[in-house]
């Protein structure tokens, strides 16, 4: 670097705090009546986190940590030299891949797809690659477990519980982002006996019937119409659902899974709140419990499936953006309806009851 673009790198310890994302992953701005609007925050969602801990590497894990990976491809640590001239450089190791792998699989093949359009200059197949990645990396952001599943003579009763794996919120970042429970019943001729969460080819959740459903947080699912979704949600002064961060006039609902050593006394805890979750006690630092109960009066053995599943475009965000009408607006929304947006499988579990 010294003898082609005069440069001298030095060692810059800040690189590998975290704090060093935060400056720009985290996004505020003033909301329509002056007050504060956290857009995004993973660094604040983290800072309340037990990831939370740089001085001893072997008990915290910083963003880099988990979006850096120290290792290759096929898992072995990075060992190299610096550069391949002049060619005596010692190997060393403590080197980071800049991926930087989040969940937006969605985006990335969009961009791969329209890449001439884009005018990105990466190419297709390293988007693509890196779509699938994303892919990979969600299967690490959570897990399911089936807390118990009981019978009545005409009521079956399964708990389901979520646990986040990342080192913030889940999903974080972008409000956008949604995460659901896909939740099935079946008797054992395989007829579904009670649904929540299913979704069409679109990618749009099945059995809601309006926008307003959506802003529910539950504790307890016993009709097919509820479905548990996890995000924000923001909405402008008209109550209206909004994209735009200028025009946010209120938090409708944030019941994003915690991460782990979340506290509801941290110093950053008005920025970061919980909104619609109060009454659910089982809303905890790393974890959400979830109830469903359906009638069922048959003699046949149910099967039982959870899907947690991850959707970073949602169908109606791009219902919204259509609505805009500048030239890239609708450019936008002509490529990422012809992109496929079925949501990601982020865990599953399976039982019988
Ligand atoms: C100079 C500003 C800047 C800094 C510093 C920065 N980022 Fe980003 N990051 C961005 C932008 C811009 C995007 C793209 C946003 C988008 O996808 O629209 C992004 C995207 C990401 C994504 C998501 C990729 C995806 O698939 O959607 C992850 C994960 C990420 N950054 C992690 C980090 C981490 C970890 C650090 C600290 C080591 C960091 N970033 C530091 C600006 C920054
Ligand atoms: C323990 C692992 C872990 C740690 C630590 C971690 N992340 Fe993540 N991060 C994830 C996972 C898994 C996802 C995908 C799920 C999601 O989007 O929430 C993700 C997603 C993201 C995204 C994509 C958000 C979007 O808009 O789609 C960003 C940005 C990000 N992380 C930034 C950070 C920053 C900044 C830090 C440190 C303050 C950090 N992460 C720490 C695991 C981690």
Redesign the pocket.
């Known amino acids: 670097m010294e003898m082609f673009i005069r440069y001298t790198p030095e060692y810059s310890e800040h690189m590998k705090s975290?704090a060093l994302?935060?400056t720009c992953?985290t996004v505020i701005v003033p909301g329509t009546n002056g007050q504060e609007v956290v857009e995004q925050a993973?660094?604040l969602e983290?800072l309340n986190s037990t990831?939370n801990n740089e001085s001893d590497e072997a008990a915290g894990?910083?963003?880099q940590?988990?979006?850096m990976p120290r290792v290759d491809e096929q898992g072995q640590i990075i060992a190299t030299a610096i550069a391949k001239f002049p060619d005596d450089l010692p190997t060393r190791g403590r080197y980071s891949q800049h991926t930087f792998v989040?969940?937006?699989s969605f985006m990335l093949r969009l961009m791969a797809e329209y890449d001439e359009w884009v005018g990105s200059n990466i190419p297709p197949a390293v988007l693509e690659a890196n779509a699938r990645l994303s892919e990979e990396?969600?299967g690490?952001?959570a897990t399911l477990e089936i807390l118990s599943a009981e019978r009545s003579a005409d009521v079956a009763t399964v708990r389901v519980q979520v646990n986040n794996?990342?080192?913030?919120k889940?999903?974080?970042?972008?409000p956008t982002?949604r995460v659901w429970l896909h939740f099935t019943a079946r008797d054992s001729t395989g007829q579904v006996v009670f649904e929540s969460g299913g979704y069409g080819a679109e990618g749009r959740i099945s059995g809601l019937s309006s926008e307003t459903d959506t802003r529910l947080h539950h504790d307890e699912i016993d009709s097919t119409d509820k479905v548990q979704i996890w995000q924000q949600i923001l909405v402008d002064a008209d109550d209206k659902l909004t994209l735009r961060a200028l025009d946010v006039a209120a938090v409708a609902k944030d019941n994003r899974i915690l991460p782990l050593g979340w506290s509801n006394s941290h110093d950053q805890i008005g920025r970061i709140r919980a909104v619609g979750t109060d009454s659910d006690n089982n809303f905890i630092a790393g974890s959400d419990a979830l109830t469903y109960r359906f009638p069922y009066a048959g003699n046949s053995e149910l099967s039982i499936s959870a899907e947690l599943v991850y959707q970073?475009v949602p169908p109606k965000v791009i219902d919204t953006v259509s609505g805009f009408r500048t030239a890239a607006s609708e450019r936008f929304v002509e490529m990422a309806r012809t992109v496929d947006n079925l949501p990601i499988l982020l865990a599953k579990v399976e039982g019988s009851l």
């Open positions: 975290s994302c935060a992953h993973p660094y983290w990831y894990i910083s963003c940590g988990c979006h989040g969940g937006n990396h969600l690490k952001a794996r990342s080192g913030h889940l999903p974080t970042g972008y982002r970073s």
